[in-house]
């Protein structure tokens, strides 16, 4: 029996409403992407409102597409699987943004397409983790702190301190969690333990 939230059994190549957003949310990233590319470039300045200005509402969009979903009934994991990979995508980019400044910014935009990597060599890494709304709210605070960065009135040091919290938080947020799939794994039925 299909669910009722999970209209991707039904039409796979059908958008739906939250998926619209994403999509409009991914278009604005190429936005962004471009901005970026002309600031690494040298044709923008390092910290522009205009790349301020496009990157903002697409980072605002992330909390409408979930909430669109939930207020349809059209919450599918293909549409969680895209909204994710969007995220990702747009922080690596905004982070490329903020490297000049602050260099760290870097390992903000590539932690998740690490942890992706590691789970190819840890195959306790590919479980799911549960529901966690400090994970979301450390997710969240990574596009924050990298768009602080690049506001033009956001003195140096400021921006620096906002993204190495940022960062700290995140090592701790991926810590965790690599922590608990593996003590899960070690503690799984039939796993020997190396």
């Not at 903000?108 to 479980?127: E, K, N, Q, T, V």
């Amino acid at each position: 029996m299909i669910s009722r939230t999970d209209t991707s059994a039904q039409h796979p190549a059908r958008l739906t409403p939250g998926d619209r957003v994403t999509v409009a949310r991914a278009g604005l990233g190429v936005v962004v992407a471009v901005l970026v590319a002309l600031t690494l470039a040298g044709v923008l300045p390092p910290r522009s409102w205009l790349l301020v200005g496009v990157l903002v509402p697409t980072l605002l969009l992330d909390a409408v597409d979930g909430l669109v979903a939930r207020r349809t009934h059209t919450v599918t994991a293909r549409g969680a699987r895209w909204d994710m990979e969007v995220d990702s995508a747009i922080v690596f980019v905004t982070s490329l943004a903020v490297v000049p400044i602050a260099p760290w910014a870097l390992a903000i935009g590539l932690a998740r397409y690490a942890f992706g990597l590691g789970s190819f060599f840890r195959p306790a890494w590919r479980a799911p983790l549960p529901y966690s709304r400090g994970r979301r709210r450390i997710a969240a605070l990574q596009a924050v702190a990298l768009a602080t960065a690049l506001v033009p009135l956001t003195p140096i040091w400021l921006a620096q301190a906002v993204t190495a919290l940022a960062l700290a938080l995140l090592i701790f947020s991926f810590t965790r969690d690599v922590l608990f799939l593996e003590r899960r794994w070690r503690g799984s039925p039939g796993r020997v333990s190396r």
